[in-house]
C-alpha cells in the first residue's frame, strides 16, 4: 500500500473531525446543498428515463463481467493502445506510478503540468510528489484548484470544493492572485469563475503536459474516457506536448456499446444531468495530418491493492464508477462533510474502499460511520451492497480486535445474555421495570449510569410498559385467538 | 517479474484462473467481437422528423440553440445572423472540413474567416459534426485537419453545423457509425461527445456558463433527414 503523500491521512481520527465539521458554521450550510439539490436533481432524471432501473442492472452486470475477465480485457486494451501509437505502463503501487510520471516529464524537459480532475491522482499524492522533484501541477477543474490554492483534499469526489463558501474562495484568489487589481468586484460566483478562467487559460497554453484520469478505459478502442463539464481536462490533454491518462485498473469496459450503457447513468446520478457537457474519448496520440492535439500519450494503469481486491468480499466495489450518488443521499455525508472521513475516498463508497486501500486499522471509524438506513445501495447507479460491506468490515474490525475496548467489553456482557435467552428476559423485564419506575415523574432520563455516551447527547426516555419481547409474546398469543389489530400494527 | 506480469499474475490468482483458459478466452473474443447493445431508451426511437425534434429540445434543455438550414448555401447567413444576435464581431475560424469550405461565406457579406487549428485567440469557430445523438441533444465531433479539436474548447462561441441525417437516435447507432468510417478497434485522436456549453457548479453549487470551454453552444442542423 502507498505511503499517501503530503495529505496525512486522518480517518483514524473520524471522530474528533466530525465533531469539528458538526460546530463549522458554514460547512453545515455548504452541506445542505448537497442534501437537498443533488438527490432532487438524480430522482428527477431518473423518472424522466423509463429504462434507468434496467440501465441500471446492465450497467452492474457490465462491471461484474469486466472483473471477472480482467486480465483478458487488460491485455486487450493494451494491444488497442499500441497499435494506435499509444504508451502503457503498469504500476503496481502509488509510488510506482509517481516515479512512471517523473520519468515521462523529465525526459520532456517539463516545468509546469495542468491537471485535469482526478481522485486516482489525489489517492497517490501526486501533486506534493510533483512539486517536491520541481514540476509545478496545476488544477484546472474549478473546484479543485481552488482546493489546491487551500491545500486541502477534495470533500466530495464530484465537487471538491462543495465545502467552502463563495466569501472563502474569494479570500483565496485575493490572496493568490495578486497580479490583478486590489479594488476588482469578486463578489458574484460568475466574477470568481471569471477570474479562474483567464487565469487558468494562460497556464493550459503553457503547459508541456497534461495529465488527466480516466471514468473508462474501452478495451475495444484502447481509448480513456473523461467526463466533464468545465471543458478544462479537454484543454488539458489537447493543448500540451504529452497526454497522461492515470487510472485504475477497474475503469476497464469491454465495448463502446458498453460505454453507452454507463453514460447513461453516470452523469443521471451524479450530477442529475441528462448527459455531462463534454464526454471525450482518447486514443493514442495526434495523427500525422492533425493539426492539433499532444504528440505522445501514456497510459499509467495503477493497481494499488485493486489486484487483491478481486480475490475477497469487497470485489463489488470495484464497479464503481465515482458519481458521488452515496454521499450524495447519505444521512452521515450530509451531517458531517468530506473532510472528516480523512481521506481522499469519502462517504459510504469511501467507508467501503479507504479500508481496502489503507487498512483497517487506520480506517477502521469509516465503516462505523453508517445508520445502515440503505439509501446509498438504492441510489448506485451499479448496484453495489454499500451496507453490506460496510458491515463486513465492521465484523472484520472486531475479529482483528480492532475494536475500542469499550465496545468490546459492551459487546461480551450483551453477548453473555444474548446467549441465555431466559435470563436475557428476565433481566430486561427487571430494568425495565425499574426505570419505568425511577423515571415515572419526568419521562426521560438526561443521565444514566454506563450510558454517559447515550445520555450526554439526547435523553434516554423511560420505558413505559414491559419489553419489546414480552409485548410480541402477548401479541402472537392474542392474535392466534382473534384476528384483531394489535398495537404492534399487523402481524409481518 | 515485470510490474505487467505481477499484476496479471494476482489478478488471476485473485480469480482463480490461469489466464489460457479456452472458454473464458471465448467469451471476451465474442463479447469483443459482437458487441452485445445492452438496454438502448426508447425515447429516442422516433421518425426522422420527430427525432431532430427531441434533438432540438435537449439542446436547448442543456442551455444550447439550435436553428435549422434547408440547404448548406445558407450556413453562412445562418451564421452571421448568430454572430449579430450575440453583438460578436463577423469573424470565424473553421478547419478543412469540406462541407464548410465548400459554402458560399461571401453571402454573410463582410466576414472574416480565418482557418485552422485555433491558438486561443478567436471569439467564434465553426465545426462540422460527424453526427449527433437525439436521446441527449449531443453533438459527436471527431479530430483532424477538417475539424480541429482546438475549436471546441478555445473559441467563446462554438457553432457547430450538422446534417439532419447524420442526427440519430442513440449513442449505439453513433458508435456504430465510428466503426464504418475508422474501421473495427480503431479510433480518431479525439471524439467530443457535446450536450450544451461549458458550465460550473463549483462554487456553492450556482451553475454558471462558460467555465473553460464555449459560453455559447449554437447549432445548425441542416438539410432534412
Known sequence: MTDVGAHAVTSPHFKDNAKAALADASLQNALKFVEVNFAARRREVADKLLEFEALRDSARDIKDHTLAHLDLYLEAYEQRVVAQGGHVHYAVTGEDALAIILDICRKLGARTVTKGKSMVAEEIGLNDFLAAHGIAPIETDLGEYIIQLRHEMPSHIIAPAVHLTKAQIEGDFRRVHTHLPRNRNLVEPTSLLAEARMVLREKFLAADVGITGANFLVAETGSSVIVTNEGNGDLTQTLPKAHIVLASLEKLVPTLEDLSQLLRVLARSATGQEMSVYTTLSTGPRRPDDPDGPDEYHVVLLDNGRSSMLAGAFRDMLRCIRCGACMNHCPIYHAVGGHAYGWVYVGPMGAVLTPSLIGIDKAGHLPNASTFCGRCEEVCPVRIPLPRMMRAWREREFERHLSPATVRAGLSFWSFFAKRPRLYGLATAVAARALGVAGRTRGRFSWLPLASGWTRHRHFPAPQGTTFQAEWKRRLASSSKVAQPSPLGPPP | ?225
Open chain 2, 1 to 225: 517479474m515485470t510490474p505487467r506480469e505481477l499484476i496479471l499474475a494476482t489478478i488471476r490468482r485473485s480469480l482463480g484462473v490461469t489466464g489460457t483458459e479456452a472458454p473464458r478466452r471465448l467469451e471476451v473474443a465474442t463479447r469483443l467481437a459482437s458487441r452485445p447493445k445492452g438496454v438502448v431508451p426508447e425515447r429516442g426511437q422516433l421518425p426522422p422528423a420527430e427525432r431532430i425534434d427531441l434533438f432540438t429540445r435537449m439542446v436547448e434543455a442543456a442551455a444550447g440553440t439550435v436553428v435549422r438550414a434547408a440547404d448548406p448555401v445558407d450556413i453562412p447567413t445562418a451564421v452571421a445572423t448568430f454572430l449579430r444576435e450575440q453583438n460578436l464581431p463577423l469573424a470565424i475560424r473553421y478547419g478543412d472540413d469540406p462541407l464548410l469550405s465548400g459554402v458560399p461565406w461571401d453571402r454573410a457579406g463582410t466576414l472574416e474567416i480565418r482557418r485552422g487549428a485555433s491558438g486561443g485567440s478567436d471569439l467564434a469557430a465553426v465545426s462540422h459534426a460527424f453526427g449527433a445523438v437525439a436521446e441527449t441533444g449531443t453533438l459527436v465531433l471527431v479530430s483532424g485537419a477538417d475539424n480541429p479539436t482546438t475549436l471546441n474548447f478555445l473559441p467563446d462561441v462554438h457553432i457547430v453545423v450538422v446534417s439532419a441525417r447524420d442526427v440519430v437516435s442513440d449513442f449505439e447507432t453513433v458508435m456504430a457509425r465510428l466503426r464504418g468510417r475508422f474501421g473495427a478497434g480503431a479510433m480518431p485522436r479525439t471524439v467530443n461527445m457535446i450536450t450544451g456549453p461549458s458550465r460550473s457548479a463549483d462554487i456553492e453549487q450556482t451553475l454558471i456558463l462558460g467555465a473553460h470551454g464555449p459560453r455559447k453552444l449554437h447549432v445548425i442542423v441542416v438539410g432534412e433527414p
